[in-house]
């Protein structure tokens, strides 16, 4: 964690199962390392889950010399790879770091259109919103496309032209608040060299898109209520206060209202935010966009491929029959990662779930692909300590006897 920190990453390390599945509800991590034993279950449990919010996130196992067929099953069901404990850090940030330039270089395209069918309704009444400067409230489950909604509606403003600022609430490190959302003046504290402006006055007479509100901490609910209230914010360390000129909506896939009765998200605030509110129903109710939806994000996808890719009939079935926890986003994610990864211009339900491929694998494949990967680990770490089969036996954690095992069997099944 230290080394990752002082690389310049923001890691979080998460000592269970479920926590990094909230955590990628929230934002989607740029690379995963797992381990294959879980305090609360297994990394194969992990993958399961994962599925729905991993997308063309590169995910890796890490294991123990001895215990290298959970990962190369994982491997075979689609994980990008393993490492096998003790692992060079220095290769894992050279991992991260080409996977944030392979990022940078090809952003996804937003979907700013608000798709045909259960959503037909919704996007009227949006339209018909867009012309007021009301506070608006989105609700509605990670994925459903809050987003999407709030940028048709400023979209579809008089004020289209002006900035549509995005900011994740549940995001900004707490100290920093302050200074993201006011801004601050030259000197206004230690390490302020220089003018910061904030999404207050970034927005100008546009959209200010708030999500995850329910993650604000109370104090910057009071503040963000007195802007909505007068108008006016005043940035860290000026004299004169500043006039907010733009729109706040907000969005959430919180209850707030069982947070209002535990006293973690205020009356006033909530009551300011949803003069108008618009709920968007989870992907599951709106069986009808799904294959629309998969067109176009396949559409999307063959920017990353040179190669025209079709989804199988077979396949058209499995996406309609699924329940979409992750919703359109993990749509999305499914559609981008198999039209990278397939071998071949057809895509399956296999690529498009394969998580399904840990049931579906042959005994005898794992056996031969546990040889072969094992081959590979002492191989490698032969050539590192000049043949000592003594060093190697340490360096990969097993007895000389298990070690003189595993190549027996390598050198068998190869």
């Given at each position: 964690?230290?080394?990752?920190?002082?690389?310049?990453?923001?890691?979080?390390?998460?000592?269970?199962?479920?926590?990094?599945?909230?955590?990628?509800?929230?934002?989607?991590?740029?690379?995963?390392?797992?381990?294959?034993?879980?305090?609360?279950?297994?990394?194969?449990?992990?993958?399961?889950?994962?599925?729905?919010?991993?997308?063309?996130?590169?995910?890796?196992?890490?294991?123990?010399?001895?215990?290298?067929?959970?990962?190369?099953?994982?491997?075979?069901?689609?994980?990008?790879?393993?490492?096998?404990?003790?692992?060079?850090?220095?290769?894992?940030?050279?991992?991260?770091?080409?996977?944030?330039?392979?990022?940078?270089?090809?952003?996804?395209?937003?979907?700013?259109?608000?798709?045909?069918?259960?959503?037909?309704?919704?996007?009227?009444?949006?339209?018909?919103?867009?012309?007021?400067?009301?506070?608006?409230?989105?609700?509605?489950?990670?994925?459903?496309?809050?987003?999407?909604?709030?940028?048709?509606?400023?979209?579809?403003?008089?004020?289209?032209?002006?900035?549509?600022?995005?900011?994740?609430?549940?995001?900004?490190?707490?100290?920093?608040?302050?200074?993201?959302?006011?801004?601050?003046?030259?000197?206004?504290?230690?390490?302020?060299?220089?003018?910061?402006?904030?999404?207050?006055?970034?927005?100008?007479?546009?959209?200010?898109?708030?999500?995850?509100?329910?993650?604000?901490d109370l104090r910057l609910q009071a503040a963000l209520l007195r802007v909505?209230?007068?108008?006016?914010?005043?940035?860290?360390?000026?004299?004169?206060?500043?006039?907010?000129?733009?729109?706040?909506?907000?969005?959430?896939?919180?209850?707030?209202?069982?947070?209002?009765?535990?006293?973690?998200?205020?009356?006033?605030?909530?009551?300011?935010?949803?003069?108008?509110?618009?709920?968007?129903?989870?992907?599951?109710?709106?069986?009808?966009?799904?294959?629309?939806?998969?067109?176009?994000?396949?559409?999307?996808?063959?920017?990353?491929?040179?190669?025209?890719?079709?989804?199988?009939?077979?396949?058209?079935?499995?996406?309609?029959?699924?329940?979409?926890?992750?919703?359109?986003?993990?749509?999305?994610?499914?559609?981008?990662?198999?039209?990278?990864?397939?071998?071949?211009?057809?895509?399956?339900?296999?690529?498009?779930?394969?998580?399904?491929?840990?049931?579906?694998?042959?005994?005898?494949?794992?056996?031969?692909?546990?040889?072969?990967?094992?081959?590979?680990?002492?191989?490698?770490?032969?050539?590192?300590?000049?043949?000592?089969?003594?060093?190697?036996?340490?360096?990969?954690?097993?007895?000389?006897?298990?070690?003189?095992?595993r190549r027996s069997s390598a050198v068998a099944d190869s």
């Amino acid at each position: 964690m230290q080394r990752l920190k002082l690389e310049g990453f923001e890691p979080i390390w998460a000592q269970d199962l479920r926590s990094p599945l909230a955590a990628m509800r929230r934002r989607s991590p740029a690379f995963v390392l797992c381990d294959i034993r879980l305090p609360d279950g297994s990394g194969e449990e992990f993958y399961r889950w994962a599925q729905s919010f991993l997308g063309l996130t590169p995910i890796a196992f890490a294991t123990a010399y001895g215990e290298v067929e959970p990962a190369v099953r994982l491997v075979k069901a689609g994980a990008d790879d393993y490492l096998t404990k003790p692992y060079d850090v220095d290769d894992l940030v050279g991992r991260i770091r080409a996977r944030l330039r392979s990022s940078a270089e090809s952003p996804q395209a937003e979907v700013t259109e608000v798709p045909s069918g259960a959503m037909a309704v919704l996007g009227k009444q949006l339209e018909r919103a867009a012309g007021s400067r009301l506070p608006v409230l989105m609700t509605g489950a990670t994925g459903v496309g809050k987003e999407v909604a709030a940028r048709r509606l400023h979209e579809a403003s008089p004020w289209s032209a002006e900035p549509f600022v995005a900011v994740n609430c549940g995001a900004i490190p707490r100290d920093l608040l302050d200074s993201q959302f006011f801004g601050h003046r030259r000197g206004a504290f230690t390490g302020a060299v220089e003018a910061h402006v904030g999404h207050f006055e970034e927005v100008g007479a546009g959209t200010l898109f708030l999500d995850e509100i329910g993650e604000l901490d109370l104090r910057l609910q009071a503040a963000l209520l007195r802007v909505l209230q007068d108008g006016r914010f005043r940035p860290v360390g000026a004299t004169r206060d500043g006039e907010f000129r733009g729109r706040i909506v907000a969005a959430t896939n919180a209850d707030l209202n069982r947070m209002r009765r535990d006293g973690r998200f205020r009356d006033d605030l909530f009551f300011r935010l949803s003069v108008l509110t618009f709920a968007i129903p989870p992907l599951r109710e709106r069986v009808n966009e799904i294959l629309p939806l998969a067109r176009r994000f396949l559409d999307e996808s063959k920017q990353q491929s040179a190669e025209a890719k079709q989804v199988a009939e077979e396949a058209r079935l499995a996406l309609v029959n699924h329940d979409w926890p992750g919703n359109v986003r993990e749509l999305r994610n499914r559609i981008a990662r198999a039209g990278v990864m397939v071998d071949g211009p057809l895509i399956g339900p296999a690529d498009l779930f394969p998580e399904q491929r840990l049931a579906d694998l042959p005994k005898t494949d794992l056996a031969r692909a546990r040889a072969a990967a094992d081959a590979a680990v002492i191989e490698k770490a032969l050539v590192q300590t000049g043949g000592n089969v003594g060093e190697v036996a340490k360096l990969l954690g097993v007895s000389r006897t298990t070690l003189g095992k595993r190549r027996s069997s390598a050198v068998a099944d190869s």
